[in-house]
């Protein structure tokens, strides 16, 4: 153990404020240090792993040598404190207020309609922020750089983009839809944003580095800095010759650096370092040194300022000697996010000997080594394929530090390039990364020496020695590289059940990215060849005309000249976009906001991190964290529980099992019970077995870890969806529903097919995970209740019967959610009952906010699906009957399962008019973590079938998919399949509109024509419709309720049933309050959503929580306004302010509910008949795509969506809904990948392995238009509900990649359906595309080997 003295103190500066701490712990993050020491909230927690950007912070050093300050992003919650000893860091909070003066990044965002939810906005804020520090006129490039690893689930990205691009330069960047500067265009449409508004970016109102810092900095003294923690002691030797000894002292204790690989170590895993080593004071480990061979380059050095070096010495060097610079600055720019590559050090990667690593397999290639120092003085080790010796281990000694890495210079004729695929393609680790080198002698193809490094394929970086060797000594060409694939494909081979799976893909890609690399040389070769043999050419020509024809053949075949085509990479630059809706008349006042585009109530409060999420409520007295212990069996019978070792540890007050509910211990639903904590039997990993409660949530943490459970497994657990069929394992009712005579039809028809498809799950991954505070009053059993939850009503239900209290002793209060998607009800609810058990237990408030593991563990999200279909059609395209079976997995509790299948079923006709149409649904009973409602509620999965179904009849019929969706599109007045009327015209409308707009036939030509001139890359184009259902089928949702009050003063509080999830549904009712009591919405306020002021509401959720409460608030306003009436008339001249005062006095109330019983609808499953719907919303939607057909990734270059919501209440609001739900919907259908282990464990549990969408996915063009002239009587003024549909439109995505992939078959011959799973990873779409290496792959044998990962 590490002798320490006495702590020293350490000196920070926040927002422009010394802080000094004396007892810094090691263990403490920045992000944590910040939100519970200083209260600083507005830097928010997302993942806690570096994936998510929420907590982005910019982080100031002086540096003495150069005498200069640099600012760099980072995520505060890797980011040690104990490391910030003389740093200085702006936070949210420290660049603008609503109270002084906000600052033009926060405006800009906010005005732009960039936030919704709010939880990401400070992060994207912060990112933003110091790219403007650094770079105050920035490109686009730059700003998708810099927001690359900032994850926001709402937007869909496009109005952050917008509002950023306002600061760029770049001539396209001001015509972005906010503000057209054409002038022909200018005042003829509505525009979401006027730019003109925005306050100039004035860099002299920027906090500058505290003086102080910089006199530290230069009077550095050289003492060791100590800080000593609970746990752990922190070393910062200030010399070389210290950090050796301490190394000789302490060889485990980790030198931590950017702290991306110890940090989530210690986090995730648990690791406990009693001493860690922070080198970041040794001058040696951050010197450049330049030498005749190549740049030793420190090993303490960010990633980011390895790039600015290399791409400086681009500019110094010839471009031959830079080849490996290059291949590392593509590296680097692939490289994690912006924020980690700020912080991660060159010898932090090099050592940390990821699998995957993006370095080392350049490095290697390259001929790079390491120069390492230990008590046994310095050494250079190369690093090859000897210097990587297991999973994160390399041949170093324990006490060997490495101080520098040397890249060396490359020499004419030699060529380096690095190739990588990751599953998104930024701010993602890599499937499989490269590094490769050749050389050739000058003017010769024959390949002197060559070098080929792998991460990905296995626990090491690896060389593919024998390919090389293959290679050597022959002319780089068709055979010499024909056979070297063969010999690669024998050389890097994974067992079929290696850890990380896509074991195919994986091999194929070493494959296409080998294939790459031969283009690429090829394109160099020719650069380099063709000088030289022209000279001899010219030469040999004039002796000998006939050598003529032998040239023309090698220019011709060995080096062909298309080849530039094959090498450019996907396209990439974000466009601007169009967003059209229609204006308001102009007979409506200009004080109405109805109609108008209005920012969201709360965006310059999400922008400048005021506004207050559960997390951020402060620390109430004697407050006590709640941390869940989950099964770690799949299905077993509990046969102890010993928490007695928990109970021992510092700071845990109690444990809470099931023994301690007062009440109810399960909740019911379709005759089904769910224990909140499970005391005899668990059903699934992740399920909630006991709860620690302690006196902060490192010490809950710590008790969770030390409880015992003994399990007894049971036998044969369910975990697929196959599985559970094999034994009938259903939740009851099974569902059926069938119009005409689908049996009786299959015999009329020309053509029959079956198909099917399976798709995949999605988590919800709100920002903001589960959070709640139960705080007992102390008096007669009440309870407050602060929660994120959709349905307060629930929670508060849930939490009366556990406790066994009437309802009116607990009273929910949510101001806000950081995001829910369909998340937020259910189990929220289940949570909030236990942490109301450790409160009524202890007496003592207690907190419970899940960490994005446990939630994404414990939650569930969307079901996965499996569905088969038979559809019988005629020639001409039309489809006289479908029959659809569908097996959604439901987990191991119903939840709303049933409901959800029900659903699906409601919707197979989808926008078709088929005559005789069946379908069945069965929710499975497995052993996974139960799954419920999702944004959608199973229509996009229900529908992906339908439109699946489709695609395959125009396969088999060699037609585009458009036209056989058209040739059986409802027309005219129409019925569902339940019998439900309604009129098909708007949609009707839509896909006219949406051809048009997006100039359908001539893109469809033109993808035709791309596609016949490109080999390994085609494009696909697919347009989809949507007619969605909305409102509750079960029509006691239908209602809502209102209390609106008018104060003295004239201000209004409007309270009401539904909740803020970003949806904007306060900034709506704030529109409707606004109208109808005419006056300005800036004296309407809404402080949150109560149980105590608006009771027995119902879920926001359905689409329909504006078309609910909007109708309550109008009525309560109505009521008031009525009210006032006489006042108004005796005084018709008064102001609001006037009148309000006098109905006071003349003792009129001010106070009115308002109530809105909403339409009686129904579904009667036995007659197969109802009226589930108070309307249908319609949708069309077209993308393009472009695939790379060697390694399945894509770009959506364009989509044009056109979407009926009637009248739209607040246009930015709707659009904001429409791009948010596209691009949710374009992460679940081509990206979003939940894997199970064959355990049940599921292993995607943060942001790192689970990939929702971000920036590098939004099209390149994104364009919405809202249908004009639609009206909808149905609800508050002529509007439509919009949450949910658009995520379906989504798919046009994946059917753009299904037609890509498509052409691609057809040049190996394959005609016809084929099958593409959802979501249509680049994995599916690369195997899909059967690319001649693919096909060279052999199959492992089904049965014979257990998967990675389940297929459930
Ligand atoms: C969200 C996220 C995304 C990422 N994406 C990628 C990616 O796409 N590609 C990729 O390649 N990597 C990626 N990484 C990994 C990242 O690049 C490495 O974690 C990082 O480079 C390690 O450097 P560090 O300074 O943070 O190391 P630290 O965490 O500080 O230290 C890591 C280890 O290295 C040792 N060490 C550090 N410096 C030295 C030294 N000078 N001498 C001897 N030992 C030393 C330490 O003892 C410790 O064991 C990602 C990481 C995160 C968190
Ligand atoms: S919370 Fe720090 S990156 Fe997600
Ligand atoms: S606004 Fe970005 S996550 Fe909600």
Redesign the pocket.
Known sequence: MFAAKKGDTLCVFINGKKVTEDHADPETMLLSFLRENLRLTGTKSGCG???CGACTVMVSRYRPTTKTIFHYSANAC?LPLCQLHGAAITTVEGIGNSKTRIHPVQERIAKAHGSQCGFCTPGMVMSMYALLRNKPWPTMEDITQALA?NLCRCTGYRPIVDGCRSFCQESSCCQSNGDEKTTETKHEKPRLFDQEEFLPLDPTQDLIFPPELILMAETANQQTLTFCGERSTWVSPASLEELVQLKIRHPTA???????????DMKFKGVLHPLIIS?SRVPE?FEVSLTPRGVWVG??C??SEVRCLLEKLLLEFPEEETELFRALIQ?LG????QQ??N???????V??A?P?????PVLAAGNGRVS?VSGGGRREVPLDQDFFVGFGKTL?EPE????SVFIPFTRKGEFVRALRH?PRKE????TV?TGMRVCFSEGSRVVQDISIYY?GMGPTTVSATKTCKAIVGRPWDEGTLSQAYNVLLDELVLPPSAPGGKVDFRRSLTLSLLFKFNLEVLQKLKEMVKPVIYVAFIAICRVDPTVFFFFFFFFQNVIPDELPEKLLPLPGDIQPSLQEFQPVSDSQSVHDPVGRPMMHRSAVSHATGEAIYCDDMPRTDGELFLVLVTSSRALAKIINLDVSAAMQLPGVVDVITAKDIPGKKERAMFGYSEELLAENKVSCIGQMVCAVVADSKAHAKRGAAAVKITYEDLPDPIFTIQDAIEKSSFYEPLREIERGDVAGAFSHVDQIYEGGIQIGGQEHFYMETQSMLVVPVGEETEFNVYISTQWPTLTQDAVAETLDIPSNRVTCHVKRMGGAFGGKVIKTSILASITSVAAWKTKRPVRCILERGEDMLITGGRHPVLAKYKVGFLNDGRIIAADFQYYLNAGCAVDESVLVAEKILLHIDSAYSIPNLRGRAAACRTNLPSNGAFRGFGVPQGLLVVENMINDVALVLGRPADQIREANMYTGPSATHYRMEFSPENMLRCWEDCKVRSDYNARRRAVHQFNQHHRWKKRGLSIIPIKYGVAFAESFLNQAAALVHVYKDGSVLVSHGGTEMGQGIHTKMQQVASRELHIPSSKIYISETSTSTVPNTCPSAASFGTDANGMAVKNACETLYQRLKPIREKNPKGSWETWVRAAFFEKISLSATGYHRGPDLYMDWDKMEGQPYAYFVFGVCCSEVELDCLTGDYRTVRTDIVVDIGRSVNPSVDIGQVEGAFMQGLGLYTLEELKFSPSGLLYTRG??QYKIPAICDVPLRLNVYLLPNSHNPHAIYSSKGIGEPVLFLGSSVFFAIKDAAAAARSESGLIGPFSLDSPATPEKACLACASPFIQKIPASEPGSFKPWALNI
């Open positions: 792993g570096g994936g890797l690893g980790p030198l931590v650096m950017g702290n991306t690989n110890t940090g989530p080198p480990l090993a303490g960010s990633l590296q692939n490289l994690g996010s980690i590559r912080v991660a050090s060159l010898g932090g990667n050592v940390s990821y995957n690593s993006d370095l080392n390492v170093l060997e530090v490495v101080v990751a701010a993602s680790f890599a990364t991460g942001p790192s």
